[in-house]
């Protein structure tokens, strides 16, 4: 006999309704039963409510749920490694589920596709965070998805690619030019990070957050640091959370503007990519006279930052400010004055709003498609409560969307960083971490959208890290994106996109 | 575009001197080219990157020789497409046990006479990465290496004066 669940209202009426697990800081987590973890499914697949993550740990299955007014954790204890399977309803979290059944050997019951995710048979050891059994590594083949029909070819791209980018299998499917099927297989650059992070003091464990995404050291370091601060009860100290926001803002800009000449690069307009590249250039060198590093990683630790900023430093921001307000309009004039640019980006590779919206693609990806979701307006982190920024959305979802996005959110991150520069508070750096126990979950956006952390600590020794990438969610929508459009696209796409290939395989 | 083109032509270039050849590197290459090799390839070389399971920082930097400041194509050193048109893989990350392969392969795919440079602490010896069940724990336990060049990540003019040391040697 099945229990009928009626459908909760939001996310704060179920917390009420379950009761907390006490010690999870800032939002709740609450343990629900097989029967409300279906109807949790059933409420996703509705649409009412965003999966922001799905993640394993010992005897238990953990999913963050988010509605329009906060974030909750459910919790599945699932002691004999089965569980239900949220993708038979809802899609996104397929790949997630994929990576748990690697790497914990939980089945989730009814696993649309239980083919492996980030486990390609070459480790030695199966399911390492489970019962880490010793197998022999064969490598064996990865059956793709099968795409039928006349005049169908295929063709492999990958792992290696052409240009300096980061390793993962493309399979389109074409005919004639026109992609009719693209099937990712990513997982190569798999490191095992959350294994390493299990048991890691809390100074190694920022090192590693540090490392999932280069180009994101700031955002996750940030993430990392803010949910063992949650777990822990600390606040760091006012000044900290400020000079974190003008590393994140740095680091923002650094990107945006590297993205923006990349994809006019792939659109064969140079001269674009090379100002761009200048402009990139200037942010880091501002970043290592301020900071001392030009990526400004391993400056963000829980409990505040490592070394405050020189007078030289501010001054090398503030003129790199300048530069990029002097010299940034011409560059997006002529990218919008640019036929020949715009008839290679505008309506290629759309992403349907609806899509967006259901994978809750989060970063340029949602919001050049209609989903208007930003961290630092919803997870409300200091500084950002007393900064004022504008969210720039639009509808159009093709690839001069997301450039589009970039260039206003370009504007956006000099305004933060002039407004930090002008009201950053003195005070102290860091505090001291009590050696107490907890968990705690953070959401920052970086520039590529919005990272996940959550921790569970006790006695300054991680117990279980779990770090979402903004790409879980945004690698599946590529393959809705370059439908129909022709292979030449798939760069422009792909870059458009700028999915990160270490921050998913972990 | 003719404004910015027009500025640009005032402005002069903002490429930089280059940085003098690494002499540790110097040392090391010193070693590893033979005569032969030197007279076949004159003095340009073509890299080919590969990422064996970088965290991406070390294909930023990377990125970053091809921009204006750097502009690694003064020296005749250039990025190609394919291992078959390289005479040097320039390697990144711990070599994750998923991308062995691939790199072994690349590898095997370039002609002779090849360099390998490893670049970044991690292709080093795995750096914060090693000792996971999913890394094999530096390019040398895969591919021969001629040269390390050490950071997390290198910065460009680190990278620069490691693969001009390399130029300079393999002249
Ligand atoms: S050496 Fe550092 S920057 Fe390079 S891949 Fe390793 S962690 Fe990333």
Redesign the interface.
Known sequence: MTRTIPAFESLAELADACGQVPGHEPWPRIVVDAALWRRLGRQLAQGQWALLGLWGDTGRVHAALADAEGLLVATLECPDGRFDSLAAVHPPALRLERAIRDLWGYEPVGLPDTRPWLD?D????LQ?HGA?TEVP?T?ADYPFLPAEGESLHQIPVG??H??????GHFRFTANGETVVRLEERL???????E??LAGADLM?GA??AG?????S?VAYALAFSRAVEAALGVEAPPRAHWLRALMAELERLANHL?DIGAVCNDAAFA?LH??C??L??RV?RAA?AAFGH??M?DRIVPGGIVGDVDSKGFAAIAAVIDEIERRFP??SE?YE??ASLQDRTAGTGILEPGLAARYAAGGFVGRASGRAFDARRFAAYPPYTRLAFPVPVLKAGDVDARVRIRMLEVDASLSLVRQILERLPPGELWVTLPAGAGEGLALVEGFRGDVLAWVRVASGRIERCHLRDPSWFQWPLLEAAIDGNIVADFPLCNKSFNC???GHDL | ?R???FDSLLKGP?TEAPPAPDPDALAELAQAVNRRARERLGRSLSIR????????????????L????YDLERYGLH?V???RHADVLVVT??V???????LER?YAATPDPKWVVAVGNCAANGG??A?????VGGVSKVVPVDLHIPG??P?PRQLLAGLLALLETAR
Do not use: Q
């Open positions: 390609h070459r480790w030695g050891v390492p880490a590594a490598g792992p290696v052409a240009g300096i980018i980061e390793p997982g190569y650059v798999h490191k095992g990070i294994k390493l190694r090192e590693l490392r999932c995404s280069g180009d050291t590297g001269i090379a100002h590249g200048v990139r250039e880091l290592d030009r990526l990683r011409a560059l002529l004055n640019t990160s290939y270490s | 575009m404004r910015l083109l903002v990157a590969v990422d064996a399971g970088s965290c991406n920082a070390c294909e930023l930097e990377l990125h970053a091809n921009n204006p400041f990025f497409a394919s291992p990350g711990p994750t046990k998923n991308m062995r392969e691939a690349t914060v990465f000792g996971s069940y999913a890394v997390c990540p910065s």
